[in-house]
């Protein structure tokens, strides 16, 4: 899908040039991530649709999620069980961390190009994304 | 109703919900919560949780493909990316202090607010002022591909534009959607960047923005993995599917139709809430 574009990368100038580039890195990292993630949300899917096909469903009241599967190394934990529903929250919390590794690869892309002022602006979105992930279990 | 069943009704409504939200650039959540809310019978806290993590899944899957034919802009979407992560951040605050009905009649207000939006018709823009210096020196000003070889175009009014963001933030962490809407708006309307760019460009920052909420949801309980696996797989396979027509399609009418459906799950989900009855 991506092969005619590179036509019009090769005539631009070299900034623009630049920007093309990081944006095919950024779109198939992008890719990769929901991909990656995709399966194995499918994969836990399958195991748990295995076991569970028959219980019925109900999610009428919340009660929270165990603490298992709220926290990043109590999911990574579950998972290696390979428990369908533990499997499927490390799948989600690939697809969370997909846009992270998005934020921080455009980190070193601005670099690159020497925009400091982009390079910050980036780091400001990514402090707030880690915080969110990692450091807020506690806050709330 | 058993697992099995449930997964499968609620895998289908995803994959309409994902099409129709990336066709229309609003995002598969406007009508994902409503949909699990008023039909599944879902607690809204775990509608929003599965519809935040759905939304990163439309938003990257949709972006990798506009990232590379060249419509997005980055640079934009990382500048008004500060203000929707920290929007977000309040958002997903506020989701826990407040309950759920309430949550239910805001979700309804902002429905029928996006389909005022998207329906209204307004005047192309003729792009002939000066380029702005403030856009220029935060390099805003960009361009995209035409049948007609490449456009520039200049944009306006950032601040405006930055403060409209920070509300679409707080919002998509108040709602678990990743308000395409006010997110189009700011950028279409306010800094006056071309249509096809300002929805190609919300898209890639919904990700990053649903992503500063859902790390907050997952840490909170509101992601659970049996109902997010059938609504994210869902709504990434029609979103996948959106991405791929939407290039080549006239959105006018579709976006009209979709404004339809947008009121009247608006509606429901104010007289709902209202009631009590999410």
Redesign the interface.
Known sequence: MATSQQPRAAVASGTVWSDRRIENIIGNLLRTGVSVSALIVFCGGVIYLFRHAGSPADYRTFHGEPADLKTVPGIIRDAFTLEGRGLIQLGLLVLIATPVVRVAFSIWGFAAEHDRMYVIFTIIVLATLLYSLLGSGSAF | ???????VLVAIGSLVAGLLGSLTGLGGGVVLVPLLTLF????I??AIGASL?SV??T???A???Y????F?N??IG??L??AT??G??LG??LA?RIS?SLIGVIFGAVLLYSAYLSARTRPPWAGNDPPDALATR??LNG?F?TARG?RSYNVYHVPAGFSLMFGAGTLSGLLGIGSGAVKVLAMDQAMKVPFKVSTTTSNFMI??T???????Y?????????????V??GV?AGSILGARILVQTETKWLRLVFSVVIVLLGLQMIFQGLRGKI
């Open positions: 109703m058993n697992v099995l069943c449930f997964t599944f019978k879902v607690d806290r775990y993590v990163i899944a938003s990257s899957g972006a990798a493909a990232v590379k034919e060249g997005s980055i640079r990382m500048f990316e500060i992560t920290f977000a951040l997903a605050f826990t759920g935060l390099r361009s591909p490449e990700g990053v649903a992503a500063a909420s859902a790390g907050i997952l840490n909170r309980g509101y992601i659970d993995p049996s109902l997010a696996m059938p994210m797989l990434l």
